[in-house]
């Protein structure tokens, strides 16, 4: 069992940067491949990026790749999300997520997650 709770997120202008923590409990955090998906009123969830289990390979959508960096530490059972030139489309609820024991990067972008956070809300301004 894996218990996820997200923080960082808030009100940003556009061209800023916020930098999102996931803090995991349960022993097992750490054989788990980690991602982050996010939800816009009015739309589906969608995948934002994901991390391997060791923390080797990373994986992210088209409209976030160059501007957001997923990292993980084992040590401190926690997933990070560096997101820069932040842009009023990212506005949105972010969750966190664990699924696939000894997943790789790929595996949380075409399938669901077995475990997700209460979500933390991220707003940039124009």
């Known amino acids: 069992q894996v218990q996820l709770v997200e923080s960082g997120g808030g009100l940003v202008q556009a061209g800023g940067s916020l930098r999102l923590s996931c803090a995991a409990s349960?022993?097992?955090?750490?054989?788990?491949?980690m991602g982050w998906f996010r939800q816009a009123p009015g739309k589906e969830r969608e995948f934002v990026a994901a991390i391997s289990w060791n923390g080797i390979s990373t994986y992210y959508a088209d409209s976030v790749k160059g501007r957001f960096t997923i990292s993980r530490d084992n040590a401190k059972n926690t997933v990070n999300l560096q997101m820069n030139s932040l842009k009023p489309e990212d506005t949105a609820v972010y969750f966190c997520?664990?699924?696939?024991?000894?997943?790789?990067?790929?595996?949380?972008?075409?399938?669901?997650?077995?475990?997700w956070g209460q979500g933390t809300q991220v707003t940039v301004s124009s």
């Open positions: 349960g022993r097992t955090f750490s054989n788990y491949a």
């Open positions: 997520a664990a699924g696939g024991l000894y997943g790789n990067s790929r595996y949380l972008s075409t399938r669901d997650p077995d475990y």
